[in-house]
Every structure is written in structure tokens, then in C-alpha cells.
């Protein structure tokens, strides 16, 4: 297990307001990933890092930003959030080939 | 366009009997297809995986194969037990696991007592 956690673990906001969701390794792995997971959707990737300032867009990018200024920390920012934006947002590493790890979950309600 | 799917949104399967979660895809550049399982309010926990090359791939009462010819995949689970119950994720990946993973939608798996 990759020692992954994500912060915070549950968060209310309301629309517009800017939200930032962090997750920290320990593993020092390469790769990071935001995912949410919507009923009916599966697990749709959101931003992924390659490597520390290198970053880029996954399929359901629109709204967010991201940033990765360590190895070990990718923060995922809502600028000004929306009730769509409403999720449980998961983070992933990986080391190479495979398998990814992901984190707790953070679960987002924007009201 | 959905790339990977579970058109399995729910399996209900009696204690010791066998599960089978079926997984299909349309991207013939997928190369490497891993099974995920989660819990409710946990992170999805990497459960098996197989390359092209292989066409099963055996880890406990874990067992995946795969059938490039028909792009599918199935996960059996022999024999199920309770604690099996969660959600299953089909996973696929280009260039020998190298590319983004793309995910199935999932199949939620009850195994009744």
C-alpha cells in the first residue's frame, strides 16, 4: 500500500467559492492522478502529474486546476465550484507500469 | 463513447458459489486491464491485473481471463464468501500498462450468507 492520504476527508461549500483538496504520498511515486466517482460514471480521471510542475488534462478537466510544486503533493483546486462538482473525489499514484494506489476519498457537497 | 464496459450494474451470488464479473472493450490498443475492488467510503484497492500476452492469470480465488478476439474480460471469484461484497472495477491501459488507466462504470457484487 502506498502511504496515500487525502485532506480534507469531507467538505460542505457553497457554489462559487474556491475549494482546494490536497493528497500527500509517501511512496515518492512518480505518477498522480485526481479521479471522481458520480453514480452511473465509474471513476473519470480529472488531472494527472507525470513528474513535479508537469501536469495535464484528463477527460472531465473543465473547472479545475491542479498543481504539483513536490513529489509528493497534487492539489486539485476548484476555482469556483458548482453544484456538478458535487463528488467524491479519489487521488492515485504510480510508480511505473500498473497498478495505480489511491487514497480515502474526499467527499465534496457544494450546496 | 464509452471505451470499457460493465454492462453488469449488479451480481447477486450465494455464499461458496462462483462470481463472474464481465468487463468489454472497444480500444484494440488496450494492452492491460486490471480488476479493482472498493468499499464503501474507501479507496478502490488493486485486486488483479493481465497483460495481452496472457490469457488467464491466477491469484488465489482470484482468476481473470481474457479474450482479445472478442475484447472481454471477465473475473471469477471461486468460492465467494461475504466479505467479497463491494464494488468491481474493470481498468484498461495502452502501451503495457503505461497509458491513463480508462474505467468501466463497475458492478456492485452482493454474496448472500
Known amino acids: 500500500d502506498a502511504g496515500i492520504t487525502q485532506s480534507p476527508r469531507h467538505k460542505v461549500t457553497e457554489t462559487g467559492t474556491p475549494v482546494t483538496l490536497r493528497c500527500h504520498q509517501t511512496e515518492n511515486h512518480r505518477y498522480m492522478y485526481w479521479y471522481r466517482q458520480d453514480p452511473g460514471h465509474g471513476l473519470r480521471l480529472i488531472h494527472y502529474?507525470?513528474?513535479?510542475?508537469?501536469?495535464d488534462k484528463g477527460e472531465v478537466s473543465d473547472g479545475y486546476s491542479v498543481s504539483r510544486s513536490k513529489t509528493e503533493d497534487f492539489l486539485l483546486t476548484l476555482e469556483s465550484a458548482t453544484s456538478s462538482q458535487t463528488s467524491v473525489y479519489f487521488c492515485a499514484t504510480q510508480q511505473g507500469l500498473g497498478e495505480q494506489y489511491f487514497g480515502p476519498g474526499t467527499r465534496l457537497t457544494v450546496t | 463513447d464509452q471505451q470499457v464496459k460493465q454492462n453488469s450494474p449488479s451480481l447477486s451470488v450465494q455464499e461458496g458459489r462462483i462470481s463472474i464479473l464481465n468487463c468489454d472493450y472497444t480500444?484494440?490498443?488496450?494492452?492491460?486491464f486490471l480488476w479493482y475492488k472498493k468499499y464503501p467510503a474507501e479507496g478502490p484497492t488493486f485486486l488483479i491485473s493481465?497483460?495481452?500476452?496472457?490469457d488467464k492469470n491466477e491469484d488465489g480465488r482470484f482468476t481473470v481471463f481474457l479474450n482479445k478476439s472478442a475484447k472481454h474480460l471477465s473475473l471469477h471469484i471461486v468460492p465467494s464468501q461475504p466479505g467479497d461484497s463491494a464494488v468491481y472495477f474493470c481498468a484498461a491501459s495502452a502501451q503495457g500498462g503505461s497509458e491513463k488507466l480508462v474505467f468501466g462504470k463497475g458492478t456492485k457484487l452482493t454474496v448472500n450468507p
Open positions: 480500444n484494440s490498443m488496450f494492452d492491460y
Open positions: 502529474s507525470y513528474g513535479v510542475k508537469d501536469t
Open positions: 493481465i497483460s495481452s500476452i496472457k
